[in-house]
């Protein structure tokens, strides 16, 4: 395993470690609004030094972008971590939520680690080296179409107004011709559930990077495709991306274009 591989692990599990010390004491919180309907609590904040501290111990000198601390700017590898993805659903107890820490180095995205704190799944890519869910290789599903598929979604907290009727047009289009539609409330599970084939495809828009590093090189290396909302591969800058098995990205991408 690559030694970065390695310290993105032990990082997930230690802010798991966290995440799942405090869920019976959720309801003492105190939660504070980043924005409308985006929330943090201390959970994230100290899910997110337990991680930092463990990749600054062993590459001081890689620069590091935390969702709940910004970027820290060092050398040409960056660490892209979201310590609680899915905060949401933590805050209420709904047990759907992540630990996402992906590495690049200038543009491309080399290891993922998507941990989830509760059922313990650890999902991790090296490109180039395939992608694992708990050290066994997985691979998205073969689903050759979006007729009985199972698709996961996110949408936006923010302008929620500005975008409800085209996402639910999209939604409805996807509805009509897929087995069911689910909304994990985690893009970091939703893309991760892609990667292990328990979804056919997803769709989401207006993520941040931490939302979706480590996730899309997970449904890569599990064979599966991804892009924008344009086909083009911008999604880390433009917070929009479509992912799935060959054919089900191909037909997802097609409904989402008919109503841009
Ligand atoms: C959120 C989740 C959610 C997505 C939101 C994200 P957070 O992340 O990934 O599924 O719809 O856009 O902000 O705030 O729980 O880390
Ligand atoms: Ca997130
Ligand atoms: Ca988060």
Known sequence: MHPLLNIAISAARKAGKVITRYIEERDTLKVLEKGVNDLVTMVDQNAEHEIIDIIRKAYPEHSILGEETGFHEGDETTWIIDPLDGTMNYIHGFPSFAVSIGVKYKDQLEH??????????????????????????????????????????????????????????????VYTVC???????????????????????????????WDMAAGVLLVKEAGGYVSDFQGGNHYLTNGNIVAGTRKVHGELLKIIQEHQ
């Open 112 to 173: 993922a680690v998507v941990y989830d704190p509760l059922s313990q799944d650890l999902y991790t890519a090296s490109r180039g080296s395939g992608a694992q869910l708990n050290d066994r290789r997985i691979r998205v599903s073969k689903r050759i179409g979006l007729e009985g598929s199972l698709i996961g979604s996110s949408f936006p907290y923010h302008e929620r107004s500005k975008h409800i009727d085209k996402q639910f047009k999209v939604f409805k289009d």
């Open 179 to 209: 087995a069911d539609v689910r909304r994990t409330g985690s893009a970091a599970l939703n893309l991760a559930y892609v990667a292990s084939g328990r979804l056919d495809g997803c769709w989401e828009s207006g993520l941040k990077e």
